[in-house]
């Protein structure tokens, strides 16, 4: 059963880069072939961020996409995402997540809280 | 971007209850929609996928519908750790876009 964790500094400066880090544990990444990031800010709802497949492709939120970098490492068995130029409105839950063949994201991580702050 | 416009933004219920939550596409999706609960402080729990399909492991009383571009999670006997928040998804067109969620509350 795949299960994934997210890793990475819980504070970053404004202007500053958040780096995440999902490591995906109990099967292949190539198993399940789209792997995305969701953020949520403190009592909001979500928002995706981006999606990579197991080969490198990759998706973006438009929204998002001048700031954003989606990237794999099949060898270490984990994905990542960098988001630089980050203000307060970055500050949320970050989840990993799998894309499942019929829609849907299953399973998540835990999600971990970044907070952007001097 | 297709908007997923959810209703209600809460709902009070008490166990035992019938919950009928609701997500409009501003346009056609196909089955393309996916259901999940969030707790408090927890990721979200797929529960419903392809709009009508039960995850495995998620209990029977959860049911989804379609009806045009109007979606619908029903649960069915309203049980205590079923108080939560619930997402609809849609993933079929990029960007892939949430609704804003619905609050299940204790009567």
């Known amino acids: 059963q795949v299960q994934l964790q997210e890793s990475g500094p819980g504070l970053v400066k404004p202007s500053g880069t958040l780096s995440l880090t999902c490591a995906v544990s109990?099967?292949?990444?190539?198993?399940?072939?789209?792997w995305s990031w969701v953020r949520q800010p403190p009592g909001k709802g979500l928002e995706w961020i981006a999606e990579i497949y197991h080969s490198g492709t990759s998706n973006y939120n438009p929204s998002l996409e001048s700031r954003v970098t989606i990237s794999v490492d099949k060898s270490k068995n984990q994905f990542s995402l960098n988001l630089n130029s980050v203000t307060a409105a970055d500050t949320a839950v970050y989840y990993c997540?799998?894309?499942?063949?019929?829609?849907?994201?299953?399973?998540w991580g835990q999600g971990t809280l970044v907070t952007v702050s001097s | 971007d297709i908007q997923m416009t959810q209703s209600p933004t809460s709902v009070s219920a008490s166990v035992g209850d019938r919950v009928t939550i609701t997500c409009r596409a501003s346009?056609?999706?196909?089955?393309?929609l996916a259901w999940y609960q969030q707790k408090s402080g927890k990721a979200p729990k797929l529960l419903i996928y392809d709009a009508t399909s039960l995850q495995s492991g998620v209990p029977s009383r959860f049911s989804g519908s379609k009806s045009g571009t109007d979606f619908t999670l029903t649960i069915s006997g309203l049980q205590p750790e079923d108080f939560a928040t619930y997402f609809c998804q849609q993933t079929n067109s990029f960007p892939w876009t949430f609704g804003q969620g619905t609050k299940v509350e204790v009567k």
């Open positions: 346009r056609g999706i196909s089955t393309w």
């Open positions: 997540a799998a894309y499942t063949p019929f829609g849907g994201f299953d399973p």
């Open positions: 109990g099967g292949s990444m190539s198993s399940i072939k789209w």
